[in-house]
């Protein structure tokens, strides 16, 4: 009796299983008028209608032209020169999509006076205005750190630095 009963359910569940495959690519999507104003999008009223900002939406940081489309959300080679010249700092945190670079404190020639660099890069392409450094600097005083102001001309100096080591970076790529 269990042997009749077997291939019949059998059967049943084959017939089932084929019939929802062969549903499979019925598109039954709903689609819900959408409010839109009639004029923008042609008397569709399931259209989407068009943004202010274009098809692609609003683009940070550069917009929305991909060029230079290297993974990372930064100009490549402010990037590559920033690690490059700060490489004796120990690294805090290195975003390469946001183009922030920390480091950690770091003590030059003695255990009195300490400093630490945040880089900012701004830009996707390669000038000068697409960076920006801040030095942070600390002296020891009876064994407490105390923060000393940073002149202005060090923080354009890393700048420079770094902005000089992109432009070899990016004339031995366009060389090669």
Known sequence: MKQKLRIPFIALLLTISLGLAGCSGIKSEAKYPTGADRAATNDDIYAEAPSIFG??????????NKQND???????????????????????????????????????????????VNVLILSKKLKADGITVKVFKQV????????????????RELETAILTRARQ????????
């Not at 098809?55 to 929305?64: A, I, M, P, T």
């Open 55 to 64: 098809k692609g939406g609003l683009g940070f940081l550069g917009g929305k």
């Open 70 to 116: 290297n993974g990372i959300g930064v100009n490549s080679y402010l990037w590559r020169a920033s690690l490059d010249t700060i490489s004796f700092m120990p690294l805090d945190n290195a975003d390469p999509f946001g183009g922030v670079i920390t480091t950690d404190w770091y003590s030059p020639e003695s255990n009195s006076e300490r400093v630490k």
């Open 140 to 155: 020891k005083k009876s064994g407490t750190w105390t923060d000393m102001a940073v002149s202005d001309q060090v923080e």
């Open 169 to 176: 970076l990016n004339v031995a790529d366009l060389q090669s």
